[in-house]
């Protein structure tokens, strides 16, 4: 039988689970935006979710560092997301380093039930140390897309947020006065000093 429109309405859908990763002021967030408005303008059902806790721009919109934006649905731990994904065709997740290692799980069950799912989040700490459910992410993810910023002491490829605030707490939500993208090299001769 030829493939036909008709077949493809009784084809069972295909889910996945897309990552986008690297350090701060990258393009994750811009990219995520991207992916999901032309999945709604394909006329996908989508739904897109952030921590609770980043309310840097907007208590309900994920936005970019360039002040691009989307709505979406500010939830508290991974398991809200399940509960709040009806009939949906494309699951986007912002800034997944915050939540907790059960996001791995979700994903692997939306994806499972056929939904196109595109995470993104920091794969480092301002530490270099991998970030919350970001490497077990990277690893059962169908596609991992790493964006890079520029290193603002040299101008390389940056390969982690340099915090430039004293504290130590893992999580700390800043923009330019809290953290700069600085690579590898830079993040090592930075250490060295301390």
Sequence with gaps: MLFSEQNNNQMPRKG?????????FS???EELIRRL?????????VEIFKPAIDTR????EVVSH???????TPVHSPEEILLLTGNVDVVGIDEAQFFSASLVEICN?????????IVAGLDMDFKGIPFGPMPALCAIAED?????????RCGSLAYVSHRLVDVQAQVLLGETAEYE??????????????
Excluded at 17 to 23: K, N
Excluded at 66 to 72: T, V
Excluded at 109 to 117: K, P, T
Excluded at 187 to 192: L, Q
Aim: charged share 30%.
């Design 109 to 117: 069950i939306l994806a499972n039930q056929g939904i196109r799912v």
């Design 37 to 45: 408005k032309r999945a709604k303008f394909a006329r996908q059902e």
């Design 66 to 72: 360039d002040r691009n934006a989307i709505r979406s």
């Design 16 to 24: 996945s689970i897309e990552v986008i990763c690297g350090s701060m």
């Design 57 to 60: 721009y907007s208590d309900v």
């Design 27 to 29: 393009g994750k967030t």
């Design 144 to 152: 991992v897309y790493k964006v890079h910023a520029i290193c603002v």
């Design 181 to 194: 993208p600085i690579c590898r090299y830079c993040f090592d001769e930075i250490n060295r000093q301390k």
